[in-house]
């Protein structure tokens, strides 16, 4: 079970950290994911690491903003997520990969969190 805490509402320029608590003891094994969704608009990714956190993804829009990481001590994952901007409002999502599938397509996640709501104001 994957289950997120962090969201809220912040202005525009503000900061927010994400964290997502996982259960299970095979959490270091697997690549996990912070998805999005906003009111209207298919769910997309945010940004992915592997399962040794040395290796990340970012899609394009928050690359120089947002920071991804984990702590496989604490079967934990974090979004660091800075200059926030009213177009980062969504639900925002945990998930984490099945092994095999490509990290950019949410069909390849089995496991998702129910989410935390993220409000930008302007």
């Known amino acids: 079970q994957l289950k997120e805490s962090g969201g809220g509402l912040v202005q525009t320029g503000g900061s927010l950290r994400l964290s997502c608590a996982a259960s299970?003891?095979?959490?270091?094994?697997?690549?996990m994911a912070w998805f999005r969704q906003a009111p209207g608009k298919e769910r997309e990714l945010v940004a992915a690491i592997d399962y040794t956190g040395g290796t990340t993804h970012y899609t394009e829009s928050t690359k120089d903003r947002f920071t991804i990481s984990r702590d496989n001590t604490k079967n934990t994952v974090s979004l660091q997520m800075n200059s926030l901007k009213p177009e980062d409002t969504a639900l925002y999502y945990c998930?984490?990969?099945?092994?095999?599938?490509?990290?950019?397509?949410?069909?390849?996640?089995?496991?998702w969190g129910q989410g935390t709501q993220v409000t930008i104001s302007s």
């Open positions: 998930a984490r990969l099945s092994r095999g599938e490509p990290y950019d397509q949410p069909a390849g996640y089995a496991d």
């Open positions: 299970g003891s095979t959490f270091s094994l697997y690549t």
